[in-house]
């Protein structure tokens, strides 16, 4: 490498094009070696810069010596959905860097550490050897911490090539570090050396660049884990149960740090809250339930696997009618599947969890800023209906961080449903619990601990009457079951309704979830392929007259999902079956987000 | 003469459930009549009682005692986690909790141990007759080795003692009782209703139509030739005072419980248990189960032990009593903490 007396910038080879902001950087590290810090600093300095970002973890079941990839997409027009190419490599796992180069495009770029000493075997890349092992012997941090700080390395050399506004990373660092002066010092002294290190002796020879934009201003970069915790702080969450499974751990740890922050009773420092880690998901949700019958606000979060163990309370407490609200951060299933990757694998399973003729509401948040909208309203669908809410996030969502304008306060006061006091009690001279006073098949319920003689009743998974009482009486089995299914229709208005996008094309989409960033794109993609979409987005189920007339109103209507039978589609067929002719599943599931690419390739194979 | 009130003027007839559905002369009956009559005797609200069970024949009895009480009849085994959230969620709340040894010895072992080692508030009755009723005379955990029953022929496994694995799981309340001896039952159910913590309570309820002959030690024949109450037992109230003539030393042990009421247990026999030493609860146990022995009475007891609500920190008032002010903090709140994540402030 030879030593350049201009800066890299200045250098830039003049035959290529300037790529500005719209790029994917790729790091290659080794789990458990500190990385994510390095990587969440470039990502909130690039958004700092008002740059578009979006930052997805691919990340091992192991808690160290795998393989991690971290991608950071740059968009100047701001899409977010999973890019699969990369133009930057900062290869820094030895065991994978052969695969990563082979991977790169022609004009791509490789950083990897000088201590490798590796060939440079494609002549149509850009290597950039970075002394880490020297960079960071040279500071003098402890001897202890130079493998947490040895990422920072390619950070400060990164900053160089593409201009990253150093000012920006110490701001990213201070977040990362909540302001602690002697990490930020130590990090940031590392990033600064080999930034100076790359300035004076790197000549840049790839097309790569950032520039300041002003397209993130005012908004906030955070995962959804984090924001559906923080939503159900605002909806007045007071039990939370739960057992540890990835990807949805990280949602009670924030539920405990918000909770701890904001319902802490100020005058005796005691919570007004409790959060049990219960043995397992079947304790979880009985807790859950136990608490929500009580009359608190409950929930839980789970994953697959965990959501299997609440099957048979879930029929419980659809057929009980108790409120509680279950998040379900969705992983790679069957089995134990791929616990580290996202998948929209479990629609149907939540939808009918449970024996017998079960079925629940179930939300789909797109984005952060929903996932925090779903947190609060899930309670009040949850007491107003009665039964157990299911919340679909899945891993991509979870745990990955996503740029959303800022969280909008309830605009609504809490709902807390039809529960009688002893007031009411009494001027009613009691109440049938399952009886459909109102004609919307909500009963009136009262909580335990009400005084008077006649608040009580026993809720029970036993066939019952409209009193409560066990009953064998095939009479009191259908006229309940078909209160049920009244109730479960004026679920349908209740939820939030689909997000609808038309202008008059002949095909439309239908998708839900977090596969929105890929349809978005994929649909501008098409566009410009010269084929119109229309395009409806489920924001929760059971569907309603919305997504029929959408159908109606389409000749094609492909159902968009990351999973592998189309679980979606499926359900639309089966609830619109004079519909299901024009309904068409496209669905795909490799663990990774779907990406634009896909989509709209598989959409021409259908239309063309 | 009026009809007989307790201290908040209510009738014993305030306390009754509907018509029991189980056979006649089952144990779980009586033991339902010990509740209602422990309930009228200690002036307790019906409102302020929640009834839980899980699946079973014991299960069905909350149905049968306690009509103006709230009750949830829940899934089989999983009573405790029911439990542990609706007095969590609402702490004031008394938990009477029926269950069986199918629900608890088995398919709810998991869960009956952890309620136990986080010390719920709970009076966890355990109608234990060795024997599945409801699907007609299989063997359940707790039958003893070597036992025959008409159907399943002889059992060859040991039995679960529900005593033994509530204790180590650290119970803070253990107690084994025998429905055929109303008295004792009575005065075990006022101390745990009593009692802050989780409170066990296995009673040998025979099954008389499936488990009631004599070769069963779960039988009402065996249960009345052979019980050997470790103490003769009386629950004395808060209001009462202790009678200090009555405690005769090395005879008489009264155990205080936590809202100043008193426990007071006179030995049978001087040398044979102390309930507050738990080394000599799990030597008692052991020894019995040896010996055939059918020992009954307090076995263990720990007033001291933290409760889930004060392990977990949280504020005397009832989560369900917190106003939607105290639930849901202020737009300021959020507003502070969006500020501190948004670009570029």
């Known amino acids: 490498m030879s030593n350049v007396q201009s800066s890299p910038i200045d250098s830039l080879l003049t035959d290529h094009q300037p790529i500005v902001n719209d790029f994917q950087i790729m790091i290659a590290t080794v789990n458990g070696s500190g990385s994510q810090t390095a990587n969440t600093a470039i990502l909130r300095a690039l958004f700092r810069m008002g740059i578009p970002v979006s930052g997805k973890n691919i990340f091992p079941s192991n808690i160290q010596g795998l393989p991690t990839w971290f991608t950071i997409r740059l968009s100047k027009d701001g899409y977010t959905a999973r890019r699969m190419d990369y133009q930057i490599l900062v290869a820094m796992n030895r065991t994978t860097a052969a695969e990563d180069i082979k991977e790169l495009p022609p004009q791509g770029v490789c950083l990897y550490p000088e201590e490798w000493q590796i060939q440079h075997d494609r002549d149509d890349i850009t290597y950039y050897p970075i002394p880490v092992k020297a960079l960071v012997d040279a500071s003098d941090t402890p001897s202890n911490l130079t493998s947490y700080v040895s990422n920072m390395a390619y950070v400060g050399v990164l900053a160089t090539l593409l201009n990253i506004d150093m000012e920006q990373i110490r701001f990213a660092l201070d977040f990362h570090f909540d302001g602690k002066a002697k990490p930020v010092n130590m990090n940031m002294a590392i990033v600064t050396a080999a930034y100076e290190w790359a300035q004076d002796n790197l000549a840049k020879t790839d097309p790569y660049m950032v520039e300041p934009m002003d397209k993130t201003q005012g908004m906030l970069l955070l995962d959804g884990n984090s924001a559906g915790a923080l939503g159900s702080v605002f909806g007045g969450v007071s039990f939370s149960a739960w057992y540890p499974i990835t990807p949805s751990t990280s949602m009670i740890d924030s539920l405990r740090a918000y909770l701890s922050d904001l319902r802490t009773d100020p005058e005796t420092g005691l919570a007004t809250y409790a959060v049990v880690q219960a043995e397992d998901e079947i304790g979880a949700i009985g807790m859950v339930i136990g608490a929500g019958w009580a009359g608190a606000r409950a929930m839980t979060a789970t994953s697959g696997p965990g959501l299997s163990l609440m099957t048979e309370f879930a029929g419980l407490a659809y057929y009980a009618e108790v409120p509680a609200v279950v998040w379900d951060v969705q992983r790679m299933g069957p089995s134990t599947g791929l616990p580290t990757r996202t998948a929209q694998g479990d629609v149907l399973t939540a939808y009918f969890l449970g024996h017998g003729d079960t079925k629940h509401p179930v939300l789909f948040p797109r984005d952060v800023h929903e996932a925090f909208e779903f947190g609060w309203k899930a309670f009040d669908l949850a007491e107003r209906l009665q039964t157990p809410i299911f919340v679909l996030s899945d891993l991509d969502l979870g745990m990955n961080l996503w740029m959303s304008e800022p969280f909008d306060y309830p605009d609504t006061p809490m709902d807390r449903g039809k529960v009688l006091t002893a007031e009411d009690l009494e001027e009613l001279d009691g109440f049938a619990r399952y009886a459909d006073v109102d004609g919307d098949g909500i009963g009136y319920r009262t909580l335990p601990g009400t005084d008077h003689p006649k608040a009580a009743y026993l809720a029970r998974g036993t066939g019952h009457n409209e009193q409560a009482r066990y009953s064998e009486r095939p009479e009191d089995w259908v006229k309940n079951m078909e209160r049920l299914n009244r109730k479960f229709d004026t679920a349908r208005s209740l939820i939030p309704a689909p997000d609808v996008d038309e202008a008059g094309a002949e095909i439309g989409l239908i998708a839900y979830g977090t596969t929105h960033a890929c349809v978005v794109e994929a649909r501008d993609r098409l566009e410009a392929e010269g084929i119109a979409t229309d395009y409806l987005r489920l924001r929760a189920l059971p569907l309603n007259g919305v997504t029929r007339d959408f159908i109606e109103q389409h000749s094609r209507i492909y159902v968009v999902e990351n999973n592998t039978d189309g679980q979606m589609a499926q359900i639309i067929r089966m609830e619109f079956p004079d519909l299901a002719p024009r309904v068409f599943s496209l669905a795909y599931s490799d663990g990774l987000p779907l990406t634009p690419r896909w989509l709209t390739a598989a959409v021409l194979e259908q239309e063309r | ?345």
Do not use: W
Request: proline share 5%.
């Open chain 2, 1 to 345: 003469m009026g009809t007989r009130v307790n201290l908040i003027g209510l009738q014993r007839n305030d306390y009754k459930g509907g018509d029991s559905t189980l056979c006649q002369g089952c144990g779980h009956n009586s033991i339902s009549n010990q509740i209602v009559a422990v309930c009228y005797d200690l002036s307790i609200n019906p409102h302020d009682v929640i009834k839980l069970s899980g699946i079973g024949c014991s299960s069905k009895s909350p149905a049968y005692f306690l009509n103006r009480s709230h009750g949830f009849n829940a899934l089989h085994g999983r009573m405790p986690a029911i439990a542990t959230g609706s007095t969590t969620a609402n702490n004031r709340l008394i938990a009477i909790g029926v269950s069986g040894d199918g629900d608890t010895g088995s398919i709810g072992l998991g869960q009956f141990k952890h309620m136990v080692r986080r010390n719920v508030p709970v009076v966890y009755i355990v109608e234990n007759n060795g024997v599945y009723g409801l699907t007609k005379g299989q063997f359940s955990a707790t039958a003893d080795i070597g036992q025959e029953l008409k159907y399943a022929g002889m059992n060859e496994l040991p039995p679960i003692d529900i005593c033994l694995e509530a204790l180590a799981a650290d119970a803070s309340f253990v107690a084994r009782s025998f429905a055929g001896d109303s008295k004792q039952v009575r005065e075990l159910l006022k101390a745990a209703i009593r009692h802050r913590g989780t409170a066990v309570l296995d009673i040998i309820s025979p099954c008389v139509t499936f488990n009631n002959h004599e070769s069963s030690t779960k039988s009402y024949p065996y249960g009345k030739a052979h019980e050997e109450p470790l103490q003769d037992i009386t629950f004395i109230p808060e209001q009462e005072p202790i009678i200090v003539d009555m405690m005769e030393p090395g005879q008489v042990q009264a155990v205080e419980l936590h809202d100043g009421s008193h426990l007071v247990l006179k030995k049978l026999d001087p040398d044979k248990h102390d309930p507050t030493d738990k080394m000599a609860a799990f030597r008692l146990i052991e020894e019995a189960r040896e010996a055939n022995q059918f020992i009954t009475g307090l076995i263990y007891v720990e007033e001291d032990r933290p409760t889930l609500a004060e392990t977990s920190h949280m504020v005397d008032t009832p989560l369900v009593h917190l106003t939607d002010e105290q639930l849901r903090p202020p737009r300021e709140k959020l507003d502070r903490l969006l500020d501190h994540l948004t670009c570029c402030n």
